[in-house]
T-cell receptor, first 110, second 111 residues
């Protein structure tokens, strides 16, 4: 089993749609979780950290399910500008190496 | 402004000609790292450094060298570049238990 797995997509959705991505991780000792966004040929940028109790930032909601070892990202009311690749990142915490998923591509169309 | 700066943004070179990609951060982060990104393979870690004079291999260190003589700088050195090192490279840094901050990338082509 790969350390961090994501559905590569692409997910094609119309503007205004709600879309959700999941990311599974293999190491049950993982402590830190993040979602990054990457636009084509640009650097990944932090979208949000994922907390145990779940957290929300505007139209974005992140959840952690430790029992099933996955994190999720929900995007409500999709905008054209949400089109990007979303990377799941997992770490054992502290200065441990961060492990990246290969990303899920989202395409939002008019 | 807090940032990670890497240079150059674009580099075209020939096989065997030594090159260095610089990386500097102004956030006083202990941890710095280099990644390469290739289609279908995602981000792969080349080398990382936990502090000055402390460096470790990542997943794909072959053909690369790094040094960490100062906290803010973490250059990536290709002593004898080969075409399979053509890639998009990112430098990144972070503080303890915090997310990575990435530089804006170096697109390297080795012919």
């Amino acid at each position: 089993r790969k350390e961090v797995e994501q559905d590569p997509g692409p997910f094609n959705v119309p503007e205004g749609a709600t879309v959700a991505f999941n990311c599974t991780y293999s190491n049950s000792a993982s402590q830190s979780f993040f979602w990054y966004r990457q636009d084509c040929r640009k650097e990944p940028k932090l979208l949000m950290s994922v907390y145990s109790s779940g957290n929300e930032d505007g139209r974005f909601t992140a959840q952690l399910n430790r029992a099933s070892q996955y994190i999720s990202l929900l995007i409500r009311d999709s905008k054209l500008s949400d089109s990007a690749t979303y990377l799941c990142v997992v770490s054992l915490g502290g200065y441990s190496t961060l492990t990246f998923g290969k990303g899920t591509m989202l395409l939002v169309s008019p | 402004e807090a940032q990670v700066t890497q240079n150059p943004r674009y580099l075209i070179t020939v096989t065997g000609k030594k090159l260095t990609v610089t990386c500097s951060q102004n956030m006083n982060h202990e941890y710095m790292s280099w990644y390469r990104q290739d289609p279908g393979l995602g981000l792969r870690q080349i080398y990382y450094s936990m502090n000055v004079e402390v460096t470790d291999k990542g997943d794909v260190p072959e053909g690369y060298k790094v040094s960490r003589k100062e906290k803010r700088n973490f250059p990536l050195i290709l002593e004898s570049p080969s075409p399979n090192q053509t890639s998009l490279y990112f430098c990144a840094s972070r503080g303890h238990n915090s997310p990575l901050h990435f530089g804006n990338g170096t697109r390297l082509t080795v012919t």
